[in-house]
């Protein structure tokens, strides 16, 4: 009787371990999953002492001319965020986690609901009204590659999916803190 209640015990495990390893272990899986091309920065100096607003753009096409127009049929995530001071002349996202803050307080390691949002542009570069989405929770990391800028947004939109928008590379920044 023991032999056949270990050969049964042996037989649940195996079964156990080949299901899982069928399963996608890869970490977890969103609704919508995009690397952004661009990052922009437009950093506004210090709001409180010793916290910085930076307003993050993702996008896939970003912004052209003079006065920053949008692409055609692009895509903008747009993250008001909120941590270290950056130097006066020398701008650089500060590394960190960053989490939602529903009640704006604006506090440091935090990204605001009132200024963040996703939305598509049309083919003549209009705003598409519908595909403007708030956020309703989040994280935003990032880090620093030596000179790459590292950054990975988890956020559910109010249309109810999950969302990750990854960006490596070199972000273009407009200091307008003086």
């Known amino acids: 009787m023991k032999k056949i209640l270990y050969g049964l015990a042996m037989a649940a495990a195996a079964a156990a371990l080949s299901s899982c390893e069928s399963r996608d272990n890869d970490g977890p899986t969103y609704d919508v999953e995009v690397e952004a091309a661009i990052l922009d920065i437009d950093y506004y100096g210090e709001y409180d002492p010793g916290v910085g607003n930076y307003c993050l753009y993702l996008s896939d096409k970003g912004f052209h001319g003079e006065d920053e127009l949008f692409y055609p049929d692009a895509f903008y995530y747009i993250v ?5 001071v950056s130097e006066s002349g020398r701008v650089k996202l ?3 986690t960053y989490t939602f803050d529903a009640d704006d307080t604006m506090a440091d390691g935090t990204f605001s609901y009132s200024y963040s949002m996703y939305y598509e542009t049309d083919e003549e570069a209009i705003r598409i009204e519908d595909s403007v989405l708030e956020f309703e929770s989040g994280t935003l990391s990032v880090s620093w590659e030596g000179d790459d800028c590292v950054v990975e947004l988890v956020a559910l939109t109010s249309d109810g999916k999950s969302r990750h928008v990854t960006f490596r590379g070199q ?3 407009n200091d307008y803190s003086e």
Do not use: C, K, R, T
């Not at 008001?80 to 270290?84: L, S, V």
């Open 171 to 173: 972000p273009g920044v």
């Open 94 to 96: 500060p590394a960190g």
């Open 80 to 84: 008001d965020m909120y941590g270290a």
